[in-house]
């Protein structure tokens, strides 16, 4: 018995790597495709394939990252392949490209293998999967029933594992309907995010390439090797999203539609609408391994009106945008009418009811159907449709060809033309034992968002029961393991340690800018934290100390913000905090508000509380907590080591009488102050000019008890007892050091005196 071959990405790569090759999977792959399967117009026959993986076998000796390397994929037969034909499913329009289209070029060069191009809709005008000369593509699970369409061929070849994912395109929803009918994931990315050279157009201003696979993250991970502009013109775009849906502190508002009336009740279409509604509630926003802003608030179903849409959708086939299509096609339409499907034809010859002026009119009323759409963005975060109302029978097809084709787009016409993504997904069968899916519908820019939650939502299943294709293996948890993403909007991690913090009174300032919390963590135990005084609302101030000296591991959230809301946040910042680095108990540092030295002057060490919300619990307030230094911040091993070569070098120049050298150990200040034995100096020209006027010593000086206590990493106070050889009394001396900005240790403050000492001489130490 021939062994089963993966189906899904995450399936083949695993085979590689337990040593199967390429070279010997594909060509079994290619075995098994009947010759008269109407899902296939052309199949790559052994010279071409043999091609691919010769080329696949150079670029792995080369080391290349091949992210899809060995992976069998089907292209919609609009898209060019260099040196095969592109037929549109129309014989009569068929051409054959030098060169591949951008997505097929992309695909390949990441390891991709094309085994076939597909059957379509001709010219990808229909959602039923029937208008070809190739042949209608039926549904792999009910062979009554369509595949759906445009992109027929290509869902139908993924849901019977014949390939782990395909291309199709999407501009009415030819990329969704046929995946809800097939148990498949179809994702439509943005218009405008991928490069669309080599696609024959639909409709040009709003096409885009789609693809079907078997599970989101397989998806995720071909949208993020296709995207990417080209050369090509772009008519619709749309800034990157960040990774994430929904706001901090509030419910994931999931937008459904009020009215469902169009679902099929006949086929138990509700009955499964109703199940998928109640699969919201199992939905675990970390369950694909991110942390959306949502996390620990639920969800939130809002029923919606989509009136405004459904006046969008009505656009598409009722307004000038037929003419796009028109534009491609025209020549046949003049020169071989017979060789377009009647049915096709007759939707396109449309656009001759349509002038120049009526474009501009339908632009018009687009962009105000769109401005009516934001009010309901507003309320919702993300919104979530069936992706199909019904699944007609091929008969019934055949017998209303536009009518039964029309009902299909009801949950998907309006997608593309204003610009949003979406993401089809399986969501079980009807009580009739029908394919049913639902879409996920999120503002232009959130492919990445849709794609965790799309996984969030199958891994939501329970293993095992949720329908994969047509009757294919279940899903496994390697199947569903979040792989390569697509792109989102850079962020920056941002570590907040006071006002900012979850419940305190700054915190909207990071929910206002979409701001999503990644950890509850701590510092590394390298830090300090000082109540700020004076600041409204309290604020604390946090510092990293010193080599050598004691610090706290100080509670913190870390938040990923959207680096364009990062310029208006710190706007925002007071001093003396500022944006630093900080180190995090892990050992990972990330951008961090830290004080400026200066502001911490007068400011209590709150430490030992540790972090700003146990200090606040505790109902300390800054003008009310005792100030002064914890015990363990004195007598600090640094500044022994720094300021013990200092005082010795201090000592040497004055028993030398340097006089220039004793000037650069005191601070240049009129602050400065020095108390002699019978002489005082105030401010730093008193002292130069009173150094300058005394003799050279004429005795020795003996050093005795000397003592070094650290007041923190900046102020030190040295002392030091003396004796000279020409008096018998005892000499006294105590110095004080302060650590200033581009200038280092400096005497800021010294006394020296002289008294009868009775008592006997004590031995030190440090001298004895």
């Given at each position: 018995?021939?062994?089963?071959?993966p189906?899904?990405?995450?399936?083949w790569?695993?085979?590689?790597?337990?040593?199967?090759?390429?070279?010997?999977?594909?060509?079994a792959?290619a075995?098994r495709l009947?010759?008269?399967?109407?899902?296939w117009?052309?199949r790559?026959?052994?010279?071409?394939?043999?091609?691919q993986?010769?080329?696949?076998a150079?670029?792995?000796?080369?080391g290349?990252?091949?992210?899809?390397?060995?992976?069998?994929?089907?292209?919609k037969?609009?898209?060019?392949?260099?040196?095969l034909p592109?037929?549109?499913a129309c014989?009569?329009?068929?051409?054959?490209?030098?060169?591949?289209?951008?997505?097929?070029?992309?695909?390949?060069?990441?390891?991709?293998?094309?085994?076939?191009?597909?059957n379509l809709d001709?010219?990808?005008?229909?959602?039923?999967g029937?208008r070809?000369?190739?042949?209608?593509?039926?549904?792999?699970?009910d062979?009554?029933?369509v595949?759906g369409g445009?992109?027929?061929?290509?869902?139908?070849?993924?849901?019977?594992?014949?390939?782990?994912?395909?291309?199709?395109?999407?501009?009415?929803?030819?990329?969704?309907?046929?995946?809800g009918?097939?148990h498949?994931v179809g994702?439509?990315?943005?218009p405008?995010?991928?490069?669309?050279?080599?696609v024959?157009?639909?409709?040009r201003t709003?096409?885009?390439?789609?693809?079907?696979?078997l599970?989101v993250?397989?998806?995720?991970?071909?949208?993020?090797?296709?995207?990417?502009?080209?050369?090509?013109?772009?008519?619709?775009?749309?800034?990157?999203?960040?990774?994430?849906?929904?706001?901090?502190?509030?419910?994931?508002?999931?937008g459904?539609?009020?009215?469902?009336?169009a679902?099929d009740?006949?086929?138990?279409?509700?009955?499964?609408?109703?199940g998928?509604?109640?699969?919201?509630t199992?939905?675990?926003p970390?369950?694909?391994?991110?942390?959306?802003a949502?996390?620990?608030e639920?969800?939130?179903?809002?029923?919606?009106?989509?009136a405004?849409f459904?006046?969008?959708?009505?656009?598409?086939?009722?307004?000038?945008?037929v003419?796009e299509r028109h534009?491609?096609?025209?020549?046949l339409?003049?020169?071989?009418?017979?060789?377009i499907d009647?049915t096709?034809?007759?939707?396109?010859?449309?656009?001759?009811?349509?002038d120049?002026?009526?474009?501009f009119?339908?632009?018009y009323?687009?962009?105000e159907?769109?401005?009516?759409?934001?009010?309901?963005w507003?309320?919702?975060?993300?919104?979530l449709?069936?992706?199909?109302?019904?699944?007609?029978?091929?008969?019934?097809?055949?017998?209303?060809p536009?009518?039964?084709n029309?009902?299909l787009?009801r949950y998907?016409n309006?997608?593309?033309l204003?610009g949003?993504?979406a993401?089809?997904?399986?969501?079980?069968e009807?009580?009739?034992?029908l394919?049913?899916?639902v879409?996920w519908?999120?503002?232009?820019?959130?492919d990445?968002?849709l794609a965790?939650?799309?996984?969030?939502?199958q891994l939501?299943?329970?293993p095992?029961?949720?329908?994969?294709?047509?009757?294919?293996p279940?899903?496994?948890?390697?199947?569903?393991?979040?792989?390569?993403?697509p792109a989102?909007a850079?962020?920056?991690a941002?570590?907040?340690?006071?006002?900012h913090?979850?419940?305190?009174?700054?915190h909207?300032?990071?929910?206002e800018?979409?701001?999503?919390?990644?950890?509850?963590?701590h510092?590394?135990?390298?830090?300090?934290?000082?109540?700020?005084?004076g600041?409204?609302?309290?604020?604390?101030g946090l510092a990293?100390?010193?080599?050598?000296?004691?610090?706290?591991?100080?509670a913190?959230e870390?938040y990923e913000?959207?680096?364009?809301?990062?310029?208006s946040?710190?706007?925002?910042i007071?001093?003396?905090?500022?944006?630093g680095?900080v180190?995090?108990?892990?050992?990972?540092?990330?951008?961090?508000?830290?004080?400026?030295?200066?502001g911490l002057?007068?400011?209590?060490?709150?430490?030992?509380?540790?972090?700003?919300?146990?200090?606040?619990?505790?109902?300390?307030?800054?003008?009310?907590?005792?100030?002064?230094l914890?015990?363990?911040?004195?007598?600090?091993?640094?500044?022994?080591?720094?300021?013990?070569?200092?005082?010795?070098?201090?000592?040497a120049?004055l028993?030398a009488?340097?006089?220039?050298a004793l000037a650069?150990?005191?601070?240049?200040?009129?602050?400065?102050?020095r108390?002699?034995?019978?002489?005082?100096?105030?401010?730093?020209?008193?002292?130069?000019?009173?150094?300058a006027?005394?003799?050279?010593?004429?005795?020795?000086r003996?050093?005795l008890?000397p003592?070094v206590l650290?007041?923190?990493p900046?102020?030190a106070?040295?002392?030091?007892?003396?004796?000279r050889?020409?008096?018998?009394l005892?000499?006294?001396q105590?110095?004080?050091?302060?650590?200033?900005?581009?200038?280092g240790?400096?005497?800021?403050?010294?006394?020296?005196s002289m008294?009868?000492?009775?008592?006997?001489l004590q031995?030190s130490?440090?001298?004895?």
């Amino acid at each position: 018995m021939t062994p089963p071959l993966p189906t899904t990405i995450a399936g083949w790569l695993s085979a590689y790597r337990a040593g199967a090759r390429p070279a010997e999977l594909i060509p079994a792959l290619a075995a098994r495709l009947a010759e008269d399967d109407p899902a296939w117009i052309l199949r790559c026959d052994p010279a071409h394939l043999n091609a691919q993986l010769d080329r696949l076998a150079a670029l792995q000796r080369e080391g290349r990252a091949l992210p899809l390397a060995g992976v069998p994929f089907a292209v919609k037969d609009n898209i060019d392949v260099a040196g095969l034909p592109t037929t549109a499913a129309c014989p009569a329009f068929a051409y054959t490209p030098e060169r591949h289209a951008t997505v097929v070029q992309r695909l390949l060069d990441a390891g991709a293998i094309l085994i076939g191009k597909t059957n379509l809709d001709q010219f990808a005008t229909g959602l039923v999967g029937t208008r070809s000369p190739y042949g209608a593509v039926p549904c792999p699970l009910d062979p009554q029933r369509v595949s759906g369409g445009s992109s027929s061929g290509s869902a139908s070849v993924v849901a019977r594992g014949l390939v782990a994912f395909a291309l199709g395109t999407d501009t009415a929803g030819s990329g969704r309907v046929p995946a809800g009918f097939n148990h498949l994931v179809g994702l439509k990315p943005t218009p405008g995010r991928v490069g669309m050279n080599g696609v024959l157009p639909a409709c040009r201003t709003l096409d885009v390439v789609s693809v079907f696979a078997l599970d989101v993250p397989d998806a995720a991970r071909v949208l993020a090797v296709m995207e990417g502009p080209d050369d090509g013109p772009v008519f619709q775009s749309a800034a990157q999203r960040p990774a994430w849906l929904g706001r901090l502190g509030r419910p994931l508002r999931v937008g459904v539609p009020v009215d469902v009336s169009a679902l099929d009740v006949a086929l138990g279409y509700r009955v499964a609408w109703t199940g998928a509604l109640a699969r919201l509630t199992t939905l675990s926003p970390t369950a694909a391994g991110g942390a959306p802003a949502w996390a620990g608030e639920g969800i939130e179903i809002v029923p919606i009106d989509l009136a405004p849409f459904d006046a969008v959708a009505r656009l598409l086939y009722d307004g000038p945008w037929v003419a796009e299509r028109h534009s491609v096609v025209q020549d046949l339409m003049r020169t071989q009418p017979d060789a377009i499907d009647p049915t096709v034809r007759r939707v396109i010859a449309r656009a001759a009811e349509f002038d120049a002026t009526a474009a501009f009119e339908a632009r018009y009323r687009l962009a105000e159907l769109a401005r009516a759409t934001e009010t309901v963005w507003q309320g919702i975060d993300v919104l979530l449709v069936p992706t199909a109302p019904t699944h007609p029978t091929l008969a019934a097809v055949a017998a209303e060809p536009v009518l039964r084709n029309s009902e299909l787009g009801r949950y998907t016409n309006f997608v593309n033309l204003l610009g949003l993504a979406a993401l089809a997904v399986p969501a079980g069968e009807t009580p009739a034992g029908l394919p049913f899916g639902v879409t996920w519908i999120a503002p232009g820019g959130s492919d990445a968002a849709l794609a965790a939650l799309g996984t969030c939502w199958q891994l939501a299943a329970t293993p095992g029961t949720q329908p994969v294709g047509a009757h294919l293996p279940a899903l496994t948890a390697a199947d569903l393991q979040p792989a390569t993403q697509p792109a989102s909007a850079p962020t920056l991690a941002l570590a907040v340690v006071g006002a900012h913090l979850q419940g305190m009174p700054l915190h909207g300032q990071l929910v206002e800018r979409g701001a999503r919390l990644l950890a509850r963590t701590h510092t590394a135990p390298r830090y300090r934290l000082h109540a700020l005084p004076g600041t409204v609302p309290p604020k604390p101030g946090l510092a990293r100390v010193g080599p050598g000296e004691a610090g706290h591991a100080i509670a913190l959230e870390v938040y990923e913000l959207p680096v364009d809301q990062v310029g208006s946040f710190l706007a925002l910042i007071p001093p003396p905090l500022g944006l630093g680095t900080v180190e995090l108990a892990d050992g990972t540092w990330v951008k961090g508000f830290i004080c400026e030295p200066a502001g911490l002057l007068g400011a209590p060490d709150v430490s030992a509380f540790g972090g700003w919300r146990g200090y606040m619990a505790a109902g300390v307030t800054p003008a009310a907590a005792p100030v002064g230094l914890a015990a363990d911040r004195l007598d600090l091993p640094a500044a022994h080591a720094e300021l013990g070569p200092l005082f010795d070098a201090h000592e040497a120049a004055l028993v030398a009488n340097d006089v220039g050298a004793l000037a650069g150990y005191f601070w240049d200040d009129a602050r400065v102050t020095r108390y002699g034995i019978a002489d005082r100096q105030w401010g730093a020209d008193a002292l130069a000019a009173w150094r300058a006027g005394v003799p050279a010593p004429n005795f020795t000086r003996q050093l005795l008890h000397p003592r070094v206590l650290g007041l923190g990493p900046d102020v030190a106070i040295v002392q030091v007892e003396f004796l000279r050889s020409d008096t018998p009394l005892r000499g006294f001396q105590t110095q004080t050091w302060a650590r200033m900005a581009g200038l280092g240790w400096k005497i800021v403050a010294a006394h020296v005196s002289m008294i009868e000492w009775p008592q006997p001489l004590q031995a030190s130490p440090a001298t004895d």
